[in-house]
Nanobody
């Protein structure tokens, strides 16, 4: 079965960097659309970045220029490189995978598979 396992979260200072890693298994990785979402208590899970199987990338406006999403099809791995971190980036970050080819990459329901999440905390 499909498994997505996130790692790389932790504590960072404002202006620092972290790289999140999502290891995927049980799926045809090269055919998948991948994304990162994040969630804080009491709020809805929100879109952060997407990487389509065509290698098109999309980002939430508040992270443009600071975050980069990439994939390694050989190792079935997706990365989220985060730089210039801000306290408002604090959240649990989730890796998502889907095979729906509709162009709504920012919608949670486009993705059928989710990881358990990794905590990112940015201190001021």
């Amino acid at each position: 079965q499909v498994q997505l396992v996130e790692s790389g979260g932790g504590l960072a200072q404002t202006g620092g960097s972290l790289r999140l890693v999502c290891a995927a298994s049980g799926l045809t990785f090269s055919d998948s659309h991948m994304a990162w979402f994040r969630q804080v208590p009491g709020k809805e899970r929100e879109f952060v970045a997407a990487l389509r199987k065509s290698d098109e990338t999309f980002f939430r406006n508040s992270v443009k220029g600071r975050f980069t999403i990439s994939r390694d099809n050989t190792n079935n791995t997706v990365y989220l490189q985060m730089s210039d971190l801000k306290p408002e980036d604090t959240a649990v970050y989730y890796c998502a995978a889907g095979f729906n080819n509709e162009p709504f990459y920012y919608l949670r329901h486009q993705y059928g598979y989710w990881g358990q999440g990794t905590q990112v905390t940015v201190s001021a």
